[in-house]
């Protein structure tokens, strides 16, 4: 089983050439299917329902399911006066009912989780945020499992060790889910209920070079991924990661869109069997 992971594409128009090419890129992997952590569009002026509309094109073109959370700036519609309604149209531009979901992979089980909250922040209105009800949700979902688990979220948790960008907007205060809202929840949910195995993120725009652009803390691996839009990553490197599981074994690998196919330096084998086991 083969997946892509997309980190943040802000789609707004620009750089549609080398776009296209990175997508054309992916495209030639032969993936089963496509996760995007959120991000799809925002962050330069450029949001709402014409870009979102525009990305899921893009994505249409892999000619393969997408699965697709919302992070911060997929809420920058200037054409929607509450989170509500910039949420609703999210879903119904991916068909779905629900912001967070479950779904079989095979012999895994994957947990999408939902960015909630733009406008309606009161301390910063970049902070992914999870509410209660998808939380017991998550927690429940985590209970009754017995496939292990791969989740979609914007961010990582607090705990996660993976490395963020203080002197940027990602500052302490907004680089984890739910940071400022009972801080050390999801930590404790993971920790209680260990079967998540591999946890995918974005939200940086870092690429995949750093040590800790994967971790493992609280139980789990926590994977970053970065942004393939030249105009958007913060350290001149465009990646997407490639993702192999079979069985127990677990391959990371990362497609380098400037170099235009994978850079075998930055592959990792992940031991996904439960940790501490
Ligand atoms: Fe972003
Ligand atoms: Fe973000």
Redesign the pocket.
Known sequence: MRFVVLG?LHWDGRCEAAVREAFADLRALAPDFILSV??LTGGSGVGGGKALREAKALLDGLGVPVHAVA???DFEGAEFSTDRENLDDFLSVFGRQTPWYARDFGAWKGVFLCNERFRDHTVQR?EVYLSPAQLAWFEETLARASAPVFVVC??SPLGSGLRILPELHLRGGNAYVNQNYEPGRIAHILLSHPGVRLWFS??THLGHQYPDAISRALGAHFVHCGTLHPGQNRDGKRHSRVVDLVGEGCTVATIDHDLRRLDGTLERKIDVRRLGA
């Open positions: 943040d959120g991000d992070g911060n700036h970049h914007h961010a974005g939200h």
